[in-house]
């Protein structure tokens, strides 16, 4: 009997026109570094007495499907992730390089189906109704660039044949963290030492009574963008910011040699004051747990540029 191992397992994904079926065809297949996307079902433990000190059969509780991907960030398979976070982008261009515009803001977001497959079982499991609740990434000096993906999904279906088909293969460009800048108002941070980036649509999960324990839906409600900034600290220019309250537009981008670019744009960035610790002769380091706000001119919290050779998302 084969056993399975993390490195024959496989990932599809692909869009769903009805929320919760997944689609017959379509299919992409995404890279990716680990997964605990699963459904669970606890059990209730019996209440009853009378029965002596052996406790009666457990009852079975409502479904839970959720769970967290961690992806590269890449100048392909990363948009849709994007598409999924944000919604359909705005795509300019009648050739390649095209550029994709996210936008925040948006009330209707896409669901998706995902399948993870381990072949040598075989055990296929498609998760239907996949919805992304959060991203989030971090930026540093070295190591590898991955995302994040927390999902919400309704439900899953176990086969043992594969339900995606063949999935249409992506050429995967990554993105390192060499490849990296952030700037604040166009001008680049000096002293950064690292940043954490998080966007969230805090899912509301629409929780109903059914016969199958799944969740009816998952509505976005209020959006975030938050992390923080790590610097050595070398001026007051933040500190300085931080306590007259004022906002400025931060900025995240990674570009290839090749032309392919992914810019994370906060319109409206406010910054707490912190606290300037001394803590031994070595550098000091300041933290600015920054958040974004929808900016009254651009009209929206943040923007994502992705350019790459895709023309559709």
């Known amino acids: 009997m084969a056993r399975a191992q993390g490195a024959r397992a496989q990932m599809a994904l692909a869009f769903e026109t009805t929320y919760g079926t997944p689609p017959a065809s379509g299919y992409t297949k ?7 996307l699963g459904a669970e079902q606890p059990l209730q433990t019996s209440e009853l007495l009378g029965y002596g000190r052996d ?15 961690v992806i590269p960030i890449d100048a392909e398979a990363f948009g849709f992730w994007l598409k ?10 009648a050739d390649a390089p095209y550029t994709h515009e996210f936008r925040s803001g948006s009330w209707a977001l ?11 079982v075989p055990r296929f499991a498609m998760y239907s109704g996949c919805m992304v609740d959060s991203l989030n990434w971090q930026m540093a000096r070295s190591g590898l660039l991955t995302s994040t993906a927390s999902i919400v999904a309704q439900g899953e279906a176990i086969a043992t044949t594969t339900a995606a088909g063949t999935p249409a293969n992506i050429a995967l460009k990554r993105f390192g963290h060499f490849n990296g800048s952030i700037t604040r108002n166009g001008a ?5 030492v690292s940043t954490d980036l998080t966007y969230a649509n805090n899912l ?18 209020i959006a975030a963008l938050t992390g923080n900034v790590v610097v050595r600290f ?7 910011q931080a306590i007259n309250g004022e906002a400025c537009e931060l900025e995240f981008s990674y570009t290839l040699p090749t032309g392919e670019s992914l810019t994370v744009t906060a319109h409206a960035v406010y910054l707490p004051r912190p606290r300037i610790e001394i803590s031994g002769p070595q ?16 009209g929206r919290m943040c923007t994502v540029t992705l350019t790459n050779d895709r023309e559709v998302y």
């Open 55 to 69: 406790p009666q059969a457990p009852i079975k509780d409502a479904v839970t499907a959720d769970g967290d991907v």
């Open 188 to 192: 680049n941070i000096g002293n950064v």
């Open 204 to 221: 509301d999960r629409i929780e109903t009574i059914r016969s199958d324990g799944k969740i009816d839906g998952a509505d976005p409600s």
């Open 30 to 36: 995404m890279p990716f570094a680990s997964t605990t």
């Open 84 to 93: 999924a976070a944000f919604g359909a982008p705005t795509t300019i261009g």
């Open 234 to 240: 070398a001026d007051q220019t933040l500190v300085t």
């Open 283 to 298: 550098g000091v380091q300041a933290t600015f747990d920054w958040q974004a706000a929808s900016d009254a001119v651009v």
């Open 110 to 120: 896409p669901s998706f189906s995902v399948e993870t497959g381990m072949p040598e």
